[in-house]
């Protein structure tokens, strides 16, 4: 669907909206390791206290919004290597009318007379995330990536920092145009958080002092814009049943006598494999904290 609004308009939109609250798919046909090369990751390596990032917000083919609004619930499983546990990020199909089991335990949970199933309702709410095509300029070979983070209602988060770059561009030199756009400089620092452990937290966000081509090669510039890939490769949505076991206080696996995935607790170890790995580990895990709104942490990485 095409849109005459500029990139400013767009962004404050879903600015206004977020800001305004109280104060299975395609990707199943792609391997993990090319899942990688999608997700747009800002996590410092080890040793490292500070980085920039150099990155090019995609126009979308139609002139829409390349901001993406979706929620995703946080929740924490035990990596079956280590025992310890990790949190994933389960796409909430209840903003699309569908079943959705983590929602319903959340509802219910909230709605118990009994005390401490409110507070508990917490680790179950699904929470508002943002998801935007970008180029990295480290890894252009890669193509299109998706960046996904955390919507702050504490007004603090990467989209705060963002707004504003978008706010004092013009609106016909929009920052993701494909001639003259301008590129991000994202500043990661390594930060502690209360629990004393490291985490990466995005800094400070600016556009280049310059305006710039999407790339010098018109045809590479054309294939992104049209590059049909959509942020579900690098998120990808589970099936309900995954959801289900989660709810029922079990911990899913891939069964590769069943094809899908079944309770832990219900299996033979023989039985298990990470949907069609043979690592014996769930592939969705995503390892360690989580950078974005001293909430629940992780690193977010898809998998």
Same mark, same amino acid.
Request: glycine share 6%; aromatic share 8%.
């Given at each position: ?61 139609d002139g829409s919004n390349p901001f993406v609004q979706q929620k995703f619930h946080e929740i924490q499983l035990p990596d ?59 890894? %252009?070979? &890669?193509? @299109? ?7 702050? +209602?504490?007004?603090? /988060?990467?989209? =705060? ?86 709810? %029922?206080? &079990?911990? @899913? ?7 899908? +995935?079944?309770?832990? /607790?219900?299996? =033979? ?13 769930n592939v969705e895990i995503e390892p360690t904290e989580d950078p974005q709104a ?10």
């Open positions: 669907m095409t849109t005459n609004k500029s990139l400013r308009e767009q962004a404050d939109e879903m600015y206004a909206k977020l800001t305004s609250k109280a104060t299975a798919s395609n990707a199943s046909k792609v391997t993990n390791e090319e899942r990688l090369k999608k997700y747009f990751n800002l996590v410092l390596p080890k040793g490292v206290q500070n980085l920039e990032k150099r990155i090019r917000i995609l126009p979308t083919k079956e290597k280590t025992g310890i546990n990790r949190y994933v990020k389960i796409w909430d199909p209840a903003q699309e009318g569908q079943p959705s089991p983590l929602t319903d335990l959340q509802k219910m949970l909230y709605n118990s007379p009994k005390e401490g199933d409110k507070n508990l309702a917490k680790d179950y709410r699904s929470k508002d995330f943002i998801i935007v095509k970008v180029i990295d300029r480290e890894e %252009e070979e &890669d193509g @299109p990536k998706f960046w996904r983070f955390k919507v702050s +209602y504490k007004n603090d /988060g990467i989209f =705060d920092k963002l707004m504003p770059v978008i706010r004092n561009t013009d609106d016909d030199e929009p920052i993701n145009d494909r001639n003259v756009g301008r590129d991000l400089i994202v500043t990661l620092s390594l930060t502690t958080g209360n629990n004393g452990k490291p985490y990466t937290t995005v800094s400070s966000i600016i556009a280049a002092s310059k305006t710039s081509l999407l790339s010098t090669d018109p045809q590479k510039a054309e294939a992104w814009i049209n590059d049909e890939i959509t942020w579900d490769i690098a998120f990808p949505k589970k099936p309900i049943e995954y959801l289900q076991i989660i709810a %029922e206080g &079990d911990v @899913p696996v891939w069964s590769i006598t069943e094809k899908k +995935y079944v309770a832990k /607790g219900s299996t =033979d170890d023989a039985t298990i494999g990470g949907g069609g790995s043979e690592i014996k580990v001293d909430e629940e942490p992780d690193e977010d990485l898809p998998f």
